[in-house]
């Protein structure tokens, strides 16, 4: 079994920074990529940041600046450092792990950004 847990999220001021971290354990084999994603209410997942196992990281344009994707291969860990934070950027974000034939997504941690 592999399971991604997931912390970091909460609420936080526009403008304000917030650092989501994944940790993936059990049988996960080799790890090709790591990523985060997100879903607002009524709108589709969509990809925030990934990393591959090379380190070679692609970030979505609505991020590029404001985010920085980070990864300890030893622990199999994600960090998502957030900045600039929007109320735009308010929604679950998922942890995902892509090893060769699947796909382990987190549960989900809530970020929301108000004043």
């Known amino acids: 079994q592999v399971q991604l847990v997931e912390s970091g999220g909460g609420w936080v001021q526009p403008g304000g920074s917030l650092r989501l971290s994944c940790a993936a354990s059990g049988s996960i084999g080799r790890i090709l990529s790591m990523g985060w994603y997100r879903q607002a209410p009524e709108k589709k997942r969509e990809l925030v940041a990934s990393i591959s196992n090379s380190g070679n990281t692609n970030y979505a344009d609505f991020m590029r600046g404001r985010c920085t994707i980070s990864t300890d291969n030893a622990r199999n860990t994600v960090d998502l450092q957030m900045n600039s934070l929007k109320p735009e950027d308010t929604a679950v974000y998922y942890c995902?792990?892509?090893?060769?034939?699947?796909?382990?997504w987190g549960k989900g941690i809530l970020v929301t950004v108000s004043s």
């Open positions: 995902l792990v892509f090893v060769s034939g699947a796909n382990y």
